[in-house]
């Protein structure tokens, strides 16, 4: 084909194409290879993609469970192509491959933890608590079946579980690279004295100096008195929007709330303040298309619950916070994961084993998504990328 057509015509041709499609190309010629795994082709399919239109398998639902002290089932994955349909695909489970990259093969490995960080542009970070050996984080990307394990920290686990890892996930624009943030706190809940960031850029850690750290920051499941136990699943909720990580946050004296930020490009943390009323409540952050969005959860009587949703509008500006719905629900919410594309609120509740389910916010109607919710930890939009294809370190199975 490059004897008939122009380089950049090819380029584009290539562009369009799916994810999957691309993995194939990569086998026709080396120029062809040599180009899609480029940095820069990359990055431009992973934007066409995002805006793009079309409703095609790019551009879905990812749904990941997990299930600590079994190596054979440590992670299960789908891919809904089409969550109106339920049509959905099953991933290849890349822990036996993480495994066998990490340990050899007469170490013994007990899965105690096994943490689904968030997703980003294609990519899941996940952090593996293993007994006795210690914790690991891992990048991965499913759609070109690739993952990274990230080096060694300068913060350490405790052996005793009196001090407690946590970590965020997402995105720096400026520079096109992901990052990992994470703290080391003490398991009951006292201010961190440890935190770091990780670039894959980079490729390693870096200490984040206590300067620049807030005098409130407590990020992890004990920070907040009010939220789900952890059997019930994944609860250091954050939301990563307008190129920052948003978490809700106590302060260190007193009940009062707030959300603390950290933007991926500066690297530094910020504050914006709950609506008035909200400071004392059980709340979780989320994305709702592309603002930050705060969801107040309330158990009623009779084994119901209610929720509001109150969406910023105008990133950072307090006074636009804008209460959007209050959804009455006849059965108790577990944990809300996330806004599909069409604006409908996925999560899980207390009936019948644990089920997801969808509601469309302005008619409160209800979807199953006909899989048992038991042991779900994540569900989040995904999109389908490139990135990790040509990373020099990335390990493929």
């Known amino acids: 084909m490059s004897d008939y057509f122009?380089?950049?015509?090819?380029?584009?041709?290539?562009q369009r194409l799916p994810t999957k499609c691309l993995i194939k190309c990569t086998l026709v010629c080396k120029p062809w290879r040599s180009l899609i795994q480029s940095p820069s082709f990359i990055h431009s399919h992973l934007l066409r993609t995002i805006h793009s239109n079309n409703q095609n398998a790019a551009v879905g639902l990812l749904l990941l469970r997990a299930f600590a002290g079994n190596e054979n089932s440590a992670l299960y994955s789908l891919h809904w192509d089409n969550s109106e349909t339920g049509e959905h695909s099953k991933l290849v489970n890349?822990?036996?491959?993480?495994?066998?990259?990490?340990?050899?093969?007469?170490?013994?490995?007990?899965?105690?933890?096994?943490h689904v960080v968030g997703a980003c542009n294609g990519l899941v970070c996940l952090a593996v608590d293993?007994?006795?050996?210690?914790?690991?984080?891992?990048?991965?990307?499913?759609?070109?079946?690739?993952?990274?394990?990230?080096?060694?920290?300068?913060?350490?686990?405790?052996?005793?579980?009196?001090?407690?890892?946590?970590?965020?996930?997402?995105?720096?624009s400026r520079t096109n690279d992901y990052k990992v943030l994470r703290s080391m706190s003490?398991?009951?809940?006292?201010?961190?004295?440890e935190v770091e960031i990780w670039s894959l850029l980079r490729g390693s850690w870096k200490s984040l100096s206590a300067a620049v750290v807030p005098e409130d920051f407590m990020f992890g499941v004990y920070n907040n008195r009010n939220v789900v136990p952890s059997n019930y699943g994944s609860v250091d909720k954050h939301a990563f929007v307008n190129g920052a990580l948003h978490w809700v946050q106590r302060r260190t004296?007193?009940?009062d709330k707030f959300i603390l930020w950290f933007h991926m490009g500066s690297e530094l943390f910020g504050e914006i303040m709950m609506p008035e009323g909200l400071t004392r409540e059980r709340c979780f952050v989320l994305r709702y298309e592309e603002s930050l969005a705060l969801?107040?959860?309330?158990?009623?009587?009779?084994?119901?619950?209610?929720?509001?949703?109150?969406?910023?509008?105008?990133?950072?500006?307090?006074?636009s916070w804008t209460k959007l719905f209050t959804v009455n629900l006849q059965r108790r919410m577990l944990e809300p994961f996330c806004f599909t594309r069409s604006g409908e609120l996925a999560f899980k509740m207390c009936v019948f084993g644990r089920r997801l389910l969808k509601v469309d916010?302005?008619?409160?109607?209800?979807?199953?998504?006909?899989?048992?919710?038991?042991?779900?930890?994540?569900?989040?939009?995904f999109v389908e990328s490139l990135v990790l294809l040509g990373q020099a370190n990335a390990i493929s199975y």
């Open 6 to 14: 122009p380089k950049d015509i090819i380029q584009e041709i290539l």
């Open 94 to 114: 890349p822990y036996p491959y993480i495994k066998e990259a990490i340990f050899s093969p007469s170490e013994r490995v007990v899965v105690r933890d096994f």
């Open 130 to 172: 293993f007994a006795y050996v210690g914790s690991q984080t891992i990048i991965w990307n499913p759609s070109v079946r690739k993952f990274v394990t990230l080096p060694g920290r300068s913060v350490s686990v405790s052996k005793t579980g009196k001090r407690r890892a946590s970590y965020a996930f997402g995105y720096d």
């Open 186 to 193: 003490n398991r009951y809940g006292k201010t961190p004295c």
């Open 253 to 255: 004296v007193g009940e």
């Open 361 to 381: 916010l302005k008619t409160e109607e209800f979807k199953y998504f006909g899989i048992d919710g038991y042991m779900c930890h994540f569900m989040d939009s």
């Open 295 to 319: 969801l107040k959860s309330e158990e009623l009587q009779g084994n119901c619950s209610k929720f509001d949703i109150w969406v910023m509008k105008e990133h950072g500006v307090v006074e």
